[in-house]
């Protein structure tokens, strides 16, 4: 029978699993969106190559269903953390998946730029540096916001997929408990956490997505 110290182990590992691996991918995947969009024809810092690559390589990880990946990148996994069984080595494949998603979604919001405001900025001495931070973060703040969030969302599904091969959490106690021994009260109690976790994450992402929006 579950426990609630059970659940509540779950619980920690699940937000572990998604806030550990939503920073890095928010991380990573800021600085490859920003490359991708600098480096496109006509902006600050044109690479035809660079960004070619960057969007071959990115389109490529997104096409990749999340429980392939984590099969996938086992390998990977197990060269980083020291195994590819765990809560902290379901972290890998998890920004993985997350990276390129949020890369897009750096780069979406910054296409969204007016040129006009870019051109002016640099015409009045704006550095590359200054025009990034000042200028492209501070113009896209709220869809930045707003990709975050629904990251973040899809984490939690891909962490309960995650649990399916020994990555813990709740995915983990839903199989173990809800599936194998048919557990309907602790199939009840995951299902109803993961939709909790989820609201409260949606709610806190409009609050910061409106106050940057005023």
């Not at 579950?2 to 928010?26: A, D, K, N, P």
């Not at 501070?138 to 962490?159: A, H, Q």
């Not at 021994?181 to 995951?190: C, K, P, Q, S, W």
């Not at 909790?196 to 994450?201: D, S, Y």
Request: hydrophobic share 50%; charged share 10%; aromatic share 10%.
């Amino acid at each position: 029978m579950l426990t609630y110290h059970e659940l509540f182990i779950g619980i920690i590992q699940t937000l572990y699993m998604v806030f550990s691996s939503g920073i890095l991918s928010i991380i990573i995947g800021t600085v490859i969106g920003i490359m991708n969009y600098i480096t496109a024809s006509n902006n600050l810092m044109p690479n035809k190559y660079l960004y070619t690559s960057i969007n071959l390589i990115t389109n490529i990880l997104r096409s990749i269903p999340f429980i392939i990946l984590m099969v996938a990148a086992i390998p990977f996994t197990r060269f980083i953390v020291g195994t590819s069984i765990g809560t902290s080595a379901a972290i890998v494949p998890l920004t993985l998946a997350a990276t390129p998603f949020y890369a897009r979604v750096t780069t979406n919001a910054l296409n969204n730029i007016s040129s006009t405001l870019l051109e002016t900025s640099v015409a009045f001495g704006a550095s590359t540096w200054h025009v990034i931070i000042h200028i492209l973060f501070g113009e896209t703040r709220p869809d930045l916001i707003r990709g975050c969030t629904l990251m973040l969302i899809n984490l939690i599904g891909y962490s309960a997929m995650a649990g399916a091969i020994g990555g813990g959490g709740l995915g983990d106690i839903a199989i173990r408990y809800g599936y194998e021994r048919f557990d309907m009260h602790a199939m009840f109690l995951t299902v109803t956490i993961l939709i909790i976790i989820v609201q409260l994450i949606q709610y806190l992402g409009n609050a910061i997505e409106k106050h940057y929006m005023h």
